[in-house]
């Protein structure tokens, strides 16, 4: 009980910790607003809430996938707020 509490633990910490920095870096480096910024991640943090309530639901024999998968579509939605950012803003490579 108490390894896996701890992984809960560094799961949520790392993940409050990445939000926190796209949010600067959005906000600083990129120029946004801090309301653009908090939009472009509201997404992220709805997944991350939904997931939980819907782990909460599934059969025993399918929680065991559930970790994995939402770590994949975690991934999947930070590549998606990257690609986002390299499209909308002009960071291609045909700007160098």
């Known amino acids: 009980m108490f390894w896996g509490l701890l992984s809960q633990l560094l799961i949520a910490s790392t993940y409050f910790a990445v939000l926190f920095v796209m949010s600067l870096h959005l ?3 990129l ?3 801090p309301t653009a910024a908090s939009f472009e991640l509201l997404p992220s943090v709805a997944a991350f809430g939904v997931g939980g309530w819907v782990m909460a639901r599934l059969p025993e ?5 559930g970790a994995p998968f939402s770590a994949a579509l975690y991934g999947l939605s930070l590549l998606l707020v990257a ?5 909308s803003h002009g960071l291609s490579s045909r700007q160098s």
């Open 27 to 29: 906000q600083r480096q």
């Open 31 to 33: 120029r946004w607003t």
């Open 61 to 65: 024999r399918a929680r065991r996938f």
């Open 83 to 87: 690609a986002h950012g390299f499209v």
